[in-house]
């Protein structure tokens, strides 16, 4: 989700500022983010014990769920991806335009939600946190920044795109490294919040939780400085990886204090 959020958000700001985008990388950033969100899609329902269910979140939708409500906005956003796609191949300028615009706001939507979703489980103390928003966002940048400068090796990029991607990813690989440290400095109001981010930090999950800061940033941030393509290319991988360790240890941890 963040990877499909991430990359056409960028994508689409790119363009908005007028940047030289070469067309086939920005088809390919676009149906990937396509394809990505297809997985999310797919990894949701198949979580569910009756994958047909999920049906009834838009047949019988509980708008003060944020299950519900996250639902529509995938659904949305697979749509302007879609318009996206054909503004793209049919050099339909004012619908990419349009795509661009509203897609920004709705893969920002994709990206946080989730934030308030966690938030409505009450008895999960560790996910109560108002920087979660902002961090969940943060990641699906550095996630749609590193995806990019991938997929740059693959079709073509331009010396400035590849620049502004390298230095996005750098700052915000920095930005979750504070944002995940504070953790670590900022008191929990409550005794489970507290014993879940003691499992996070210290805990069973203190392997996934300071690989993922180290590898996917301090180590990513030090090869994304250089300006060799193939370490900054690993460092986009890193970068990836490390969010990967980074969200297990949190996920779970968050789940790790029994309820009663």
Known sequence: KAISAGTFALVAILGLLGADLDLAWEWSAGLLALLMLGVTAALLVSD?????????????????SWLARGAYLITLYGLLLVLFLVGLLFDLQ?????????????????????????????????????????????????????????????TPLTDDTFSWLRAALINLVV?????????????????????????????????????????GGIV?????????????????LLALVGLLAYEHAYIQAGQSVPLS
């Not at 569910?48 to 003060?64: A, E």
């Not at 990513?220 to 986009?236: F, H, M, R």
């Open 48 to 64: 569910l014990t009756h994958h047909l269910r999920f049906l009834t979140i838009f047949i019988r939708p509980q708008w003060r």
């Open 94 to 154: 004012g619908l990419t335009r349009l795509a661009r615009w509203v897609g920004v706001f709705a893969a920002g939507g994709v990206a946080g939600y989730t934030a308030f979703l966690l938030a409505q489980a009450k008895a999960r103390d560790m996910w109560q946190s108002p920087l979660l928003p902002l961090h969940l966002l943060t990641q699906a940048g550095i996630a749609g920044s590193a995806t990019l400068i991938l997929l740059g090796y693959v």
């Open 175 to 215: 930005l979750h490294i504070v944002l995940a440290l504070s953790e670590v400095v900022m008191p929990h109001p409550t005794v489970e919040g507290a014993r879940a981010a003691r499992n996070m930090m210290w805990g069973r999950f203190r392997w996934y939780y300071w690989s993922g800061l180290a590898v």
């Open 220 to 236: 990513a941030i030090l090869l994304a400085t250089l300006n060799e393509g193939a370490q900054i290319g690993l460092a986009s």
